[in-house]
């Protein structure tokens, strides 16, 4: 099994920055891409950003030139930078990576989420 664990969510006011962390751990033979989404209460979860084992990005277009999401291959960890945080972006946060447990079976997972909420 794999686990995906969450870490750095919380109050800014708007203008300010946060880090969400992400790490998975378990049963990882390859990880294929992990990400970041948003989800309000009533709306469906969205892409906020991710990245590919070879880097590529990809980025929702209202988070594109403020946030960052970078991946630390040998610790299994993704990272999103937010930068000029607005009230639109209060959401809670899931992590998710699309991961191969054995050479032939690939699934999605998700972190339980983490809350961030931007408000003065």
Request: glycine content about 12%.
């Amino acid at each position: 099994q794999v686990q995906l664990v969450e870490s750095g969510g919380g109050l800014v006011q708007p203008g300010g920055s946060l880090v969400l962390s992400c790490t998975a751990s378990g049963s990882i033979f390859r990880i294929v891409a992990m990400g970041w989404y948003r989800q309000a209460p009533g709306k469906q979860r969205e892409l906020v950003a991710d990245v590919n084992a070879g880097g590529g990005t990809t980025y929702a277009d209202s988070v594109k030139g403020r946030f960052t999401i970078s991946r630390v291959n040998a610790m299994n960890t993704v990272n999103l930078r937010m930068n000029s945080l607005e009230p639109e972006d209060t959401d809670v946060y899931y992590c998710k990576g699309r991961i191969y447990s054995s050479p032939t079976r690939w699934d999605d997972f998700w972190g339980p989420g983490t809350q961030v909420t931007v408000s003065s």
